[in-house]
């Protein structure tokens, strides 16, 4: 129980530094770290104590195996994290060009 | 096993604070590296030898590209002021009392770690090698029960990449 | 942007290509160890992302590559969706995605049906990806930002 604990505070973390932080970089390592976390807690609910990783093998007869679907989908999952990440700093280097700055209370006047 | 765990668990949460409350951007990026290699080994230690070699290579790459944006940049910090009201102050202590009480009910029905009871992945162990003909279980199920899921991540992926030469303007430029 | 030291550069010459021969490994034996087709290309686009860094980017002509590498991952996504479709047309229960080729034993490299060219196809797609993705923030570095 503590693990999930850990996890769930890791995920708060991130949320505190998307909501407060003012440096457009800081929201974006927030988001990512927020993406991590969510990862992590689904292997953890997958985990059963004493099992190997799902695949067989000629030496490997009857063992108890870790559960395989939450495995399936995190991994499709870490590269979609990515693929945003990439996207978000496409855009802050844009944002910087335009503006000068990465602070987030600067760029709203809609300049031509 | 729980107790190496944890303790790589705390390691991550430090460096996701500091990641967060440094100074100087370098050294927030850097910090930042700390969560994502402690990660790899999380998932070492959980039995899932597939992810971590995805984890360590997207880890690396998005290290490389984060550092040559903001080496080109002022790498100064903004500082945020606090409100010092009264009410902000109770505000936070409603919010970590609701947090605890929600994670106390919804954990509360999980069972507790390491005990997974596989009620629906015994239909896809037990069969799942003799029907997909693939020793790796992993893959028999991304590419042949579940096909549909990794088009969508192909699409996703395909998705973000024109998005990117869509917003920094490469093609069409005239 | 320019590159390293010559002592980087030829280090780089030695390993980028037993870089890029792990990563095939890793792709095509994706049905028998861990690994498959995300982690291969990952390695894949790891291997020119060296090659990249090490020797500068005045040494490449980065737009003919990067309109390459484009190409590259259009068609590895056309050839997925191709190989879903035929499991339509030829296999024998209709649907999308059907694993028509037979299977053989567990165990061997040329087994399983359908996925090791699943997993050739998605890996082509993601190091192209990651290789595009790169080039365009270099580019738009090196051109734009003067």
Redesign the interface.
């Known amino acids: 129980m503590i693990v999930y604990f850990l996890c769930i505070f890791l995920f708060l973390v991130g949320l505190y530094g998307v909501v407060t932080k003012r440096n457009l970089i800081k929201i974006v390592i927030g988001l990512a770290i927020m993406e991590y976390s969510v990862n992590l807690f689904l292997i953890l609910i997958g985990y059963v104590k004493g099992g190997t990783a799902p695949i067989l093998s000629n030496e490997v007869t009857k063992r108890v195996f870790v559960d395989p679907l939450p495995q399936a989908m995190v991994l499709t999952a870490i590269v979609i994290g990515l693929a945003t990440t990439t996207l978000l700093l496409a855009i802050a280097i844009r944002i910087y060009k335009k503006y000068g700055t990465f602070d987030i209370r600067e760029i709203k006047n809609l300049k031509g | 096993m729980e107790l190496l765990l944890i303790v790589l668990l705390v390691l991550m949460i430090g460096g996701a604070i500091f990641s967060l409350e440094a100074k100087d951007l370098l050294s927030a990026v850097i910090a930042y590296g700390i969560v994502g290699f402690g990660l790899v080994i999380c998932f070492l230690l959980l039995q899932a030898p597939d992810l971590a070699l995805v984890q360590i290579v997207i880890e690396a790459i998005t290290l490389i590209i984060m550092i040559a944006i903001i080496l080109n940049s002022t790498r100064e910090e903004i500082k945020t002021k606090w409100p010092k009201t009264i009410v902000f102050v109770i505000g936070v202590f409603i919010f970590i009392g609701l947090f605890l009480y929600f994670f106390n009910r919804t954990t509360g029905t999980l069972s507790a770690f390491g005990e997974h009871v596989m009620r629906m992945s015994k239909a896809y162990i037990l069969p799942g090698a003799g029907k997909t003909g693939s020793a790796n279980l992993v893959t028999g199920v991304i590419f042949d029960y579940r096909g549909y899921d990794t088009l969508g991540e192909a699409t996703i992926l395909f998705t973000a990449v024109i998005g990117v030469l869509t917003v920094l303007r490469l093609k069409g430029r005239k | 942007m320019k590159g390293m030291t010559v002592i980087v550069k030829k280090v780089t010459q030695i390993v980028c290509g037993i870089i890029f021969l792990y990563g095939i490994y ?1 792709i095509i034996h ?7 087709g ?2 291969g290309g ?2 894949i ?2 291997a020119f ?1 060296l090659l990249i ?1 090490a020797f500068g980017s005045e040494f490449l002509a980065l737009k003919k590559e ?1 309109t390459r590498s ?1 190409i590259m ?2 068609s590895a ?1 056309l050839i ?2 191709i190989i ?1 479709v035929l499991g339509m047309v030829i296999g024998v229960g209709g649907v ?2 059907v ?1 028509f080729l037979p ?2 034993t ?2 061997e490299l040329i ?5 090791p060219l ?2 050739i196809a ?1 890996g082509m ?2 190091a192209a ?2 290789l ?3 080039l ?2 270099l ?3 090196d051109e ?2 003067k």
């Open positions: 890793i994706g049905h028998l160890t861990p690994g498959g995300f982690a990952a390695i686009a790891g992302i860094l990067e484009s991952e259009s996504i997925f969706l879903a999308f995605f694993n299977k053989g567990i165990g087994s399983a049906g359908v996925i699943y997993n998605v797609e993601v990806a990651l595009t993705i790169f365009a923030l580019i738009y570095r734009v930002l």
